[in-house]
């Protein structure tokens, strides 16, 4: 079965820590990529996504996203985290059949 | 434009009654689709439409769930009877289409008791 996982399920950084979440999905067709971020208490917005093109992608708030076809993965990263990043964070993966699946979610909590 | 609309924002009822949730899709978006999120399962998607039609509903949990999109402009989701285990936010985006970046809405955060 298609899976999407995101392998830290809680990540503890300090302010100005380098970020970076993986995630992995099992599907070998052409896939769209997102990763979307739930602030406490708030619904889902995008951070950022990939449909083609340059594999390094960039989103809001200083985000970025690299999908490496040969691994399979499409890891958020971040060079220095502030205090308001403090959320949870999904990748998503929807492939061509236009089947949208989700990871189970990265609880990002950062300390002041 | 407004966003995603969701009704009611909570929900509390009792184990064995019918609960009715709500959505309007932004104007203009062809996909619809229905989540819901709790601490144990995480976020799971339930069923999608794209222009009305129900697509996908492997994720509906069982028969006691079901969903409709009349119109474009409306879609709902049904539970009967409720069960505790059924208490969770549940979410509805839409999209353009179905391989594009969801919209969500606010949430409704239901309560079985």
């Known amino acids: 079965a298609q899976s999407v996982s995101q392998h830290n399920h809680h990540v503890i950084l300090s302010e100005a820590a380098s970020l970076e979440l993986g995630c992995n999905y099992s599907y070998g067709g052409t896939v769209n990529l997102f990763w979307y971020v739930q602030y406490p208490g708030q619904h889902l917005q995008l951070l950022l996504k990939?449909?083609?093109?340059?594999?390094l992608v960039k989103g809001i708030k200083g985000f970025e996203a690299e999908f490496i076809k040969s691994k399979f993965s499409f890891n958020l990263r971040k060079p220095s985290v502030q205090w308001s990043d403090t959320a949870e964070y999904f990748c998503?993966?929807?492939?061509?059949?236009?089947?949208?699946?989700f990871g189970k979610g990265t609880r990002l909590h950062i300390l002041p | 434009d407004a966003g995603v609309i969701q009704s009611p924002r909570h929900e509390v009822t009792e184990m064995g009654q019918e609960v009715t949730l709500r959505c309007k899709p932004i104007s203009g978006h062809n996909s619809l689709f229905w989540y819901r999120q709790t601490m144990m399962r995480g976020l799971e998607l339930l069923i999608y439409?794209?222009?009305?039609?129900?697509?996908?509903d492997s994720g509906m949990p069982e028969d006691r769930f079901s969903a409709k999109m009349p119109n474009a402009s409306f879609s709902t989701l049904k539970i009967q009877p409720s069960e505790p285990r059924d208490s969770a936010v549940y979410f509805c985006?839409?999209?353009?289409?179905?391989?594009?970046?969801?919209?969500f809405g606010p949430g409704t955060r239901l309560t079985v008791t």
């Open positions: 985006a839409s999209s353009l289409a179905p391989s594009y970046e969801q919209y």
């Open positions: 998503a993966v929807m492939n061509r059949d236009d089947k949208i699946i």
């Open positions: 990939y449909f083609s093109g340059d594999p």
């Open positions: 439409f794209n222009n009305n039609v129900p697509i996908d």
